[in-house]
Antibody, heavy 124, light 107 residues
Framework: QVQLVESGGGVVQPGRSLRLSCTVSQFTFRNYGMHWVRQAPGKALEWVADIWYDESNTNYADSVKGRFTVSRDNSKNTLFLQMNSLRVEDTAVYYC?????????????????WGRGTLVTVSS | DIQMTQSPSSLSASVGDRVTITCRASQGIINYLAWFQQKPGKAPKSLIYAVSNLQSGVPSKFSGSGSGTEFTLTISNLQPEDFATYYCQQYKSYPHTFGQGTKLEIK
């Protein structure tokens, strides 16, 4: 059974940094594109970033471009989201998600599996 | 960016009913559309990809249709566990935008 477990959330002051991790199991991590999606309290889902399975491309929402960086360590089955210059409006539950199918580049298959999420609160 | 607009924003229905949720894209997305279900306090669950293809384990009571800019999610024979919020998402181009959600409530 595909598993994705996020960690690294917490309370942080505006302007500071935080790194989220997503450790996966029960599938061949290096073969799948991965995403971060967030949800502010009481709001809709917002796609944040993705990284292709072969690390050849990363993409970001305009709201986080230049501040957030997505990366992966295939040897450790782990996805990361480095979040710098955090703002109050970045407060949300952050979900790690996996493409539905292997070897996708961008418009292949959409998200198939989700983690349970980790809460990031940006507050002074 | 492609804007995704869902209608209605909320919907009341009874157990056993059949309901349809609409998702409109601000420009053509061919068939690069997915649907998700989310219950309060839980992670989203993937239901459908490429407009009409059910994810593994999703019951056939869920169905999707459409092309271009207008898409629908239909849920038949509503059961208590189906009352949730539903989101569409386009993955034709970046950013992969979601709709604002449709909350399906018990009448």
């Amino acid at each position: 059974q595909v598993q994705l477990v996020e960690s690294g959330g917490g309370v942080v002051q505006p302007g500071r940094s935080l790194r989220l991790s997503c450790t996966v199991s029960q599938f061949t991590f290096r073969n799948y594109g991965m995403h971060w999606v967030r949800q502010a309290p009481g709001k809709a889902l917002e796609w944040v970033a993705d990284i292709w399975y072969d690390e050849s491309n990363t993409n970001y929402a305009d709201s986080v471009k230049g501040r957030f960086t997505v990366s992966r360590d295939n040897s450790k089955n782990t996805l990361f989201l480095q979040m710098n210059s955090l703002r109050v409006e970045d407060t949300a539950v952050y979900y790690c998600a996996r493409d539905s199918f292997a070897y996708c580049r961008g418009d292949c298959s959409g998200v198939g599996y989700w983690g349970r999420g980790t809460l990031v609160t940006v507050s002074s | 960016d492609i804007q995704m607009t869902q209608s209605p924003s909320s919907l009341s229905a009874s157990v056993g009913d059949r309901v349809t949720i609409t998702c409109r894209a601000s420009q053509g997305i061919i068939n690069y559309l997915a649907w998700f279900q989310q219950k309060p306090g839980k992670a989203p669950k993937s239901l459908i990809y490429a407009v009409s293809n059910l994810q593994s384990g999703v019951p056939s009571k869920f169905s999707g249709s459409g092309s271009g800019t207008e898409f629908t999610l239909t849920i038949s024979n509503l059961q208590p566990e189906d009352f949730a919020t539903y989101y569409c998402q386009q993955y034709k181009s970046y950013p992969h935008t979601f709709g604002q959600g449709t909350k399906l409530e018990i009448k």
